[in-house]
């Protein structure tokens, strides 16, 4: 399972990639609007410290804002993909930049129908949203594994990137039910290094040298 952060940090995103496991970002409105910097600015900086995949996402909702933000997105760097809505004018908008060999990430998907008609629309990633839907009792997990039934079930080559991750659980049930991709907060990515039985050993072994050797 590849894993891309979820973050607009720059500070994150050079501690992720220190790490040597990080395969892509992803960004929204509310990430960006923690940073209060300039979104481009800070896309273009994201994308000259991690090579792989970096969504943007569009603030507009209808069809042709979407397509002018998208222009502008893929002029900041060749990583950039196109973060849409998984809206009917977000479904447009993705055919469109298939079609002109735009690679986009439709986000807030909430059904595996809206995962099958993005799919058919050509999008190159899709986000089912996880933790929220579990916020509202229901059980986010289950929207992946069903997803990745259906992809299966006709060889669809849209990737699943699993969001709205919180914590070390969701990872773990995510490369179980088979998403392709997780997005995940820099705690949960050191959090996926850590057991207290790791620190106790290694506590121990230290201890025990230093009783031997001094
Ligand atoms: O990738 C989407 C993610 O940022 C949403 O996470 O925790 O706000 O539901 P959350």
């Not at 409105?29 to 979104?39: F, R």
């Not at 479904?91 to 930049?97: F, I, S």
């Not at 079930?153 to 998403?179: D, E, P």
Request: net charge neutral; hydrophobic share 45%.
């Amino acid at each position: 399972m590849e894993i891309y952060l979820d973050s607009a940090s720059l500070d994150d995103v050079k501690a992720a990639h220190d790490l040597g496991i990080l395969d892509g970002v992803t960004t929204n409105p509310t990430l960006i609007a923690k940073e209060k910097v300039d979104y481009a600015k800070r896309l273009a900086e994201i994308c000259g410290v991690c090579k792989g995949p970096v969504s943007a996402e569009v603030i507009s909702t209808d069809f042709a804002g979407m397509m002018r933000e998208a222009a502008d997105h893929v002029k900041i760097a060749p990583n950039i993909v196109v973060k849409l809505p998984s809206t009917l004018d977000g479904l447009k908008a993705c055919k469109a930049l298939a079609d002109k060999g735009v690679r986009t990430n439709l986000t807030l998907c909430f059904q595996t129908l809206q995962a099958l008609m993005v799919a058919k629309a050509g999008a190159f990633l899709v986000s089912p949203f996880i933790g929220r839907l579990d916020d509202v009792g229901e059980d986010g997990m289950e929207l992946i594994r069903t997803i990745r039934t259906v992809y299966d079930n006709y060889g669809m080559k849209t990737k699943i990137l699993a969001a709205s991750i919180r914590h070390t659980n969701h990872l773990l049930h995510c490369a179980i039910a088979g998403a392709d991709v997780a997005t995940c907060p820099l705690n949960v990515i050191q959090a996926c290094m850590k057991h207290p039985l790791t620190d106790a050993g290694l506590e121990r072994f230290l201890a025990d040298y230093k009783k031997a050797f001094g």
